[in-house]
């Protein structure tokens, strides 16, 4: 039976549901459409199997594994995702319209954080977001994992989440520097993940070893639960934009605020504890920094 052409969604499903039965190079393939999905959609087999240094016929086999007849019926699913994605583009091009007659680029980057959240508003997975509340709550030690431009997230968790009286392992470099942290993972730790359109070697191994620890796993992402989500205990997604749109961290940075002051409300009296000792700290530097030594 060959596929019918579906909404994005749609796709991304189809992939997660054939990647246990991919070869090494269709997961490349799979891979590089998740990371690419428009350029992919004007690209012929040819073309990606020579950038990803496969053959064309491997790129066919994919298609087929996928269920779809050929590769061009493949691509067509992704020109119509393009379709829908350019169509949503064109919606908040009318409304920055309407929002501004001679608007600069300060004007139009707020209304598209706006028109994002107002969406994350309606897509987040509330259950899943009161999920990890509780995995929060209940785990005292809690490693976070995150790279590139996600490291100023890990930062941020890393301050916040001590504050509530948490103690936070970071994982945020690549290669061997990562493993060292990695060895103290246990099954009564908690690992934040956090991850976008890039199924990179290090993610991998974080995710997999915190299964083999059995590791309770909260990931943060917009398109990667289709692709790892099973690896996951609790997923929060939401989508920061068309793939081939400039992303900010405005969308994910939302959601820990949230995910924060949400573990303060139901562990609060451990929080004030421990933020009334941070206060005590402060005083007692504001002494000494009065006194020469």
């Given at each position: 039976m060959t596929q019918e052409i579906q909404n994005p969604a749609g796709f991304s499903q189809l992939i997660s549901e054939s990647f246990p039965k991919l070869t090494k190079s269709?997961?490349?393939?799979?891979?590089?459409?998740?990371?690419?999905?428009?350029?992919?959609?004007?690209?012929?087999?040819?073309?990606?199997?020579?950038?990803?240094?496969?053959?064309?016929?491997?790129?066919?086999?994919?298609?087929?594994?996928?269920?779809?007849?050929?590769?061009?019926?493949?691509?067509?699913?992704?020109?119509?995702?393009?379709?829908?994605?350019?169509?949503?583009?064109?919606?908040?091009r009318s409304r920055l319209d309407d929002l501004r007659v001679d608007g600069d680029i300060f004007e139009r980057v707020v209304a598209s954080e706006i028109d994002y959240l107002t969406e994350a508003l309606q897509t987040l997975d509330r259950n899943?977001?009161?999920?990890?509340?509780?995995?929060?709550?209940?785990?005292?030690?809690?490693?976070?994992?995150?790279?590139?431009?996600?490291?100023?997230?890990?930062?941020?968790?890393?301050?916040?989440?001590?504050?509530?009286?948490?103690?936070?392992?970071?994982?945020?470099?690549?290669?061997?520097?990562?493993?060292?942290?990695?060895?103290?993972?246990?099954?009564?730790?908690?690992?934040?993940?956090?991850?976008?359109?890039?199924?990179?070697?290090?993610?991998?191994?974080?995710?997999?070893?915190?299964?083999?620890?059995?590791?309770?796993i909260i990931l943060l992402t917009d398109t990667l639960g289709s692709i790892v989500g099973q690896k996951a205990d609790v997923i929060l997604a939401a989508r920061r934009g068309p793939v081939s749109a400039f992303h900010s961290l405005t969308i994910p940075m939302t959601i820990l605020n949230a995910l924060l002051l949400a573990l303060s409300s139901v562990d609060q009296e451990k929080v004030m504890e421990n933020l009334d000792k941070l206060d005590q700290l402060r005083e007692r530097l504001n002494k000494y920094s009065g006194l020469s030594i």
């Open positions: 269709e997961r490349r393939i799979a891979n590089y459409l998740n990371q690419n999905q428009d350029d992919a959609a004007f690209l012929s087999a040819a073309e990606i199997a020579e950038r990803l240094q496969l053959s064309e016929a491997t790129m066919v086999r994919f298609a087929r594994t996928l269920g779809y007849e050929s590769y061009p019926a493949m691509r067509a699913v992704l020109q119509e995702n393009f379709r829908h994605r350019l169509t949503h583009s064109a919606r908040l899943a977001f009161n999920a990890a509340v509780e995995l929060l709550r209940t785990h005292q030690r809690v490693f976070v994992f995150g790279l590139g431009p996600s490291t100023s997230l890990v930062d941020l968790l890393e301050i916040r989440l001590t504050r509530s009286a948490r103690h936070v392992i970071t994982l945020n470099s690549s290669g061997r520097e990562m493993l060292e942290p990695m060895l103290l993972m246990n099954d009564s730790d908690l690992l934040i993940a956090i991850g976008f359109f890039d199924v990179n070697p290090s993610l991998q191994i974080v995710l997999n070893y915190a299964n083999q620890q059995k590791t309770p």
